[in-house]
């Protein structure tokens, strides 16, 4: 049974730093594709920041790049999301999403997501 459980999420205000763990489990996780997403109301749910198994590449959304860092530790099978500097734009529902491409076991896999509330 596949699971991504998200967790680090809470209400800071302005400037400060949170870091979002993602522990999974019940697929291969050294070889998955490893994304943070967030969505607010109204909004679509966007990609954050992004760290692909492949190459060790990590990919971030221009409003984060500099503020967060997506680090992973398939010893431990979790990703982490670094995010500092917060700001009240930052604020929202952040979801832990796993990309696993291997030929017979793909997965498209989301966690049940975690509250981030940034105040000015």
């Known amino acids: 049974q596949v699971q991504l459980v998200e967790s680090g999420g809470g209400l800071v205000q302005s400037g400060e730093s949170l870091r979002l763990s993602c522990a999974a489990s019940?697929?291969?996780?050294?070889?998955?594709d490893m994304w943070w997403y967030r969505q607010t109301p109204g909004k679509e749910r966007e990609s954050v920041a992004g760290h692909i198994a492949a190459g060790e590449r990590t990919h971030y959304a221009d409003s984060v790049k500099g503020r967060f860092t997506v680090s992973r530790d398939n010893a431990k099978n979790t990703v982490y999301l670094q995010m500092n500097n917060l700001k009240p734009e930052d604020t929202g529902v952040y979801y832990c999403?796993?990309?696993?491409?291997?030929?017979?076991?793909?997965?498209?896999?989301w966690g049940q997501g975690t509250q981030v509330t940034v105040s000015s």
């Open positions: 999403n796993a990309l696993v491409f291997l030929p017979g076991r793909e997965g498209n896999y």
């Open positions: 019940g697929f291969v996780f050294s070889v998955a």
